[in-house]
């Protein structure tokens, strides 16, 4: 099988067009044409993830963070992002990473980690705008359910826990078949009337070509009308960070334990206590203090995250408690989620998990 049949498995869960501006997920090292020996997944794609890659004989190592975030310009191997890029181009190995568009799914890091905190009634924490269209074409009455049915079927009609969602009014199309067309109804040289299915549906908007080759290919006129236009609703599902309910309200100190008897923490730097039951909680998967204010804005009695500086600490507001457990400890459970996906999909193929853990930060206690 080859690299890419993996890849595009990941990618049809996590769409790359969901990775923010800033990030470099994909194909980093490697050919997609290449044979696949194996997959390795990780977190961080290290040397000594590498190394171990090599040592396994899988050639393809799936990783959440991307091993060249920024250009290279010099690749001699100075540091550890070079090293570890020339050690896998010499032994074709190829590296992917699946990064911000697997934070940006609420099934994706963060839904991970409220599965282990056993959270219901889960929403996204901040959606992400401008990523939704809508197509509206016009259907001879007696193809409508053809076409409809070719439209849901390439992904469109999808809205919140609902599928196969469309609009459908009746009206007249008019027109005129000029020489060389070959009308599907109606006679060259007059004007026609039929009676149509105008047909609105809702859909992401990196599905746009898939929607818009089977539309041509399931409608029976040789020149398919249609509109497509952008939508400023956004997707309940999709953004950053995430939002759930505890089954049952929890003191703050037992709370406390509960995050780090599930993290496997030695430690949790946090806010002040404010003495409140928590019942809503939020939580983001790696650095998130951009998500602070939001969290407290949602109503959130508790905020799980990482990479919070001092003075942000201070945006909780003593209204919320703010709990920093690590970059590496908030994103750990990345691994088996992507193992599973990996292994639902393709249960006999050798997808490992890593011996070698890729957290920098260690605690002296």
Known sequence: MKIALFTSLLESVAPPVYQEHYDNAGLITGNGDWD?????????ATEAVVDEAIQKKVNLIISHHPIIFSGLKKINGKN????????????????????????NIITGVNGRMADKLGLIQRRVLQSKPATLKKLFTFVPD????????????????????????????????????????????????????????KIEVIFPGYLQKTLVEALQQSHPYEEVAYD?????????????????????????????????????????????????????VALCGGAGSFLISKALSSGA???????????????????????DIGHFES???????????????????????????????????
């Open 142 to 197: 007696a193809q409508a359910g053809e076409v409809r049915d070719a439209l849901f079927a390439a992904g469109a009609g999808n809205i919140g826990q609902y599928a196969e969602a469309s609009f459908n009014a009746a009206g007249i199309g008019t027109f005129k078949a000029m020489e060389g067309a070959n009308p599907f109804v109606g006679d060259p040289g007059k004007r026609h009337e039929e009676q149509e299915t």
């Open 228 to 280: 497509i236009v952008d939508l400023a609703n956004l997707q309940t599902s999709l953004g950053s960070g995430l939002l759930g309910d505890l089954p049952e309200p929890l003191d703050e100190k037992t709370f406390l334990g509960k995050i780090k008897a599930v993290f496997g923490l030695s430690v949790i730097r946090h806010t002040r206590l404010t003495g409140l039951a928590v019942k809503t």
């Open 80 to 103: 550890y992002v070079e090293r570890a890029v020339i050690k896998a181009i010499k032994f074709d190995v190829a590296i992917y990473a699946i990064h911000t568009n697997l934070d």
């Open 36 to 44: 696949c020996t194996g997959i390795l997944v990780t977190l961080d």
């Open 301 to 323: 009695g508790f905020y799980i995250s990482s990479d919070i500086r001092y003075h942000e600490f201070f945006d909780a507001e003593d209204k919320m408690v703010v709990a």
């Open 331 to 365: 994103e750990q459970f990345t691994i088996d989620l992507l193992y599973d996906i990996l292994r639902e999909k393709f249960p006999t193929f050798a997808v490992l998990k890593p011996d070698t853990s890729t957290n920098p930060v260690h605690y002296y206690l």
